[in-house]
């Protein structure tokens, strides 16, 4: 890797990717529909420990649903038109001065552009931004040395089922996922707090992908131990602004 | 982008790479040294506005210093023999259950292997991990119109001065960023509380490139408005290990 002349090789960035996933699960090939285009108003089964990606059109709104009320949703976006430009959580903070999105809140990409409004939320707002989405490495670490289904590898799957490759997991939006943080920094892991039924919407401010996975945690006590699926709608009205004004008029 | 049959071409990846810096400075030009390997026990200046990047053997130890104690360090490590692997703080606060980083932490990298141990701290240990690396999307936003320094920038010519390439910017290690939050995750843009010469000790768990861009942010107050240089230095001794033993002694 090093020259004579003491310098790297140029080649050491060969091996940066990490687009592949590192082992398989139904989500590989099983898009909502070819090429992740829904049908408006139709709903959407993420199964348990699986992902799925889904297209949704500037000024569409998703709507992802937690029929269980236990489950945690790893959530990304990409630019359709150039994978490069993703969902940034360190960039969403800097934009929103918070650490958890609120509704009202522009969720914006890595090049500081806006991708999602926050439209509505009717759980009580807990999510997290703080964990990177669970990989094999993180279920090696907690013992498990078989394959374990996982939050990055359905990202890298559900993108792989509608023909389209990243080459990074960006940090996810983990929606419902109840990681409270003290004064000093310390964190705790708990099961969410959200409702049976409890939905989330976001608009979307360009094409976007948008990935989510049902998240296979069941070790520790995120999903309370028990994977579930969710569901996703893609809704041709900017339903959230509605949603946004009606929550402004109440307050 | 989208073919005949609805799904998207291949190619939708080809525009994925974020390593190319949109500007320059002398950061691009001015590595430490051949290669950025360090003499160890020598001082290497990172000048105010710059970034530079520093080779750091495994179990050697890299101590950063802020000689005015009001200048934000961000801060990355890459390993050297797969720049696909990087240090990264979505993955260290799950390895920790810590927001901001203290000594005796392990950070680590995207596939959760240690990289750095924080091994001595003379500041208050006011850090971040929440923020992204300025960059010239940022500096739009704050309403310039010219090229501005900054640290996604000085990161990309860091290791394009020493031969190397990233594909992106991983969020960074904002050493001394004073960023407090709420319990209801709202947060602040504050000055560093560091005091003059005071500095933090990490030891390389691999063999790393480290980089580390004197922020150049001079809009808000989080330097306090005047970007000023850091040094840093290579050790042979775990001298951190020595300081932790310290303190564990004294606590």
């Known amino acids: 890797m090093t020259t004579a002349d003491g310098t790297f090789g140029a080649a050491a960035c060969s091996t940066c990717d990490n687009g592949a996933p590192l082992g398989l699960n139904p989500t ?3 898009p909502i529909a070819p090429g992740g285009i829904p049908n408006p108003g139709a709903t959407y089964v993420v199964p348990a420990r699986q992902g799925r990606a889904v297209r949704v059109r500037r000024g569409q709104t998703v709507c992802i649903i937690n029929p269980h009320g236990t489950q945690v949703g790893d959530a990304w976006a990409l630019n359709t038109d150039d994978l490069g430009e993703y969902l940034s959580m360190p960039h969403t903070r800097a934009a929103t001065d918070h650490l958890i999105p609120r509704v009202g809140d522009v969720l914006v990409s890595n090049r500081r552009r806006p991708m999602l ?3 509505a939320d009717t ?9 990177a989405a669970c990989d094999l490495y993180r279920y090696r670490g907690l013992g498990v040395a078989d394959y374990h289904d996982n939050c990055a590898d359905n990202f890298r799957m559900a993108l792989q089922a509608v023909g ?3 080459q ?3 940090a996810p939006l983990n929606l419902w996922m109840n990681i409270p943080f003290q004064p000093d920094g310390s964190v705790a892991w708990l099961p969410p707090v959200s409702n049976p039924g409890d939905h989330v919407m976001f608009t979307a401010c360009m094409d976007l992908v948008v ?3 049902a998240c296979p945690q069941d070790i520790i006590a995120i999903n309370n131990r028990k994977p579930m699926e969710l569901h996703v709608q893609v ?3 900017d339903v959230g602004a509605a949603s946004s004004k009606e929550k402004e008029r109440s307050t």
């Open 235 to 237: 809704l041709d009205a």
């Open 28 to 30: 590989a090939d099983h």
């Open 123 to 131: 759980s009580p707002g807990v999510h997290d931004t703080q964990m």
């Open 211 to 213: 990935v989510l996975s």
């Open 168 to 170: 990074d997991v960006p």
């Open 164 to 166: 389209l490759r990243a």
């Open 117 to 119: 409004r926050f439209s």
